[in-house]
T-cell receptor, first 112, second 116 residues
């Protein structure tokens, strides 16, 4: 069965500093990995995905994520955080023919 | 293109009643998935429909059901509502993926259901 772990419930970072939101996964076979962001009272917005190819994936709003097969990780990163990045972030895994499994979410707070 | 739309946005029901939620996917998307989001359980997968057929199902009781129409619009129904069904119900649509595999899901704003 697929599973996703986001080990931090909350991440705090100062505006302008780099941010990292961690994600590890467990799936048999090749994973499809996704990051989504949720703002209050909104649905989830797609940020980026890894299907195959380059391990460093670039996405919306300056976010990027690095796929590390040996560590089964897919951490989300941004070089310089903005206050407007404060939101709930979800990592998700899927594979061919299977439904998405989402992590529990990490709340990111960017402090001015 | 218009995004995924869900109606209604907010619902208040009482225990024992039933409710129907509606989802219109992005034009051209044939896969529609439903999720339940609660503070305690996070995002839980309910079911996925593709071309009017249920393709995947999560671990929810039979009180939760869904269907998809020929225009890809989908509805989910919850019968005999319980207090624990209070949640944000999210719908997501997907285009056909690589070799038919999973592709990006695009979410609607959700329907906030409160059961009193």
């Amino acid at each position: 069965a697929q599973s996703v772990a986001q080990p931090e419930d909350q991440v705090n970072v100062a505006e302008g500093n780099p941010l990292t939101v961690k994600c590890t996964y467990s799936v048999s076979g090749n994973p499809y990995l996704f990051w989504y962001v949720q703002y209050p009272n909104r649905g989830l917005q797609f940020l980026l995905k890894y299907i195959t190819g380059d391990n460093l994936v670039k996405g919306s709003y300056g976010f990027e994520a690095e796929f590390n097969k040996s560590q089964t990780s897919f951490h989300l990163k941004k070089p310089s955080a903005l206050v407007s990045d404060s939101a709930l972030y979800f990592c998700a895994v899927s594979r061919y023919g299977q439904n998405f499994v989402f992590g529990p979410g990490t709340r990111l707070s960017v402090l001015p | 293109k218009a995004g995924v739309t869900q109606t209604p946005r907010y619902l208040i029901k009482t225990r024992g009643q039933q409710v129907t939620l509606s989802c219109s996917p992005i034009s051209g998307h044939r896969s529609v998935s439903w999720y339940q989001q609660t503070p305690g359980q996070g995002l839980q997968f309910l079911f996925e429909y593709f071309s009017e057929t249920q393709r995947n199902k999560g671990n929810f009781p039979g009180r939760f059901s869904g269907r998809q129409f020929s225009n890809s619009r989908s509805e989910m129904n919850v019968s005999t509502l319980e207090l624990g069904d209070s949640a944000l119900y999210l719908c997501a649509s997907s285009p056909p993926g690589l070799a038919g595999g999973p592709d990006t899901q695009y979410f609607g704003p959700g329907t906030r259901l409160t059961v009193l």
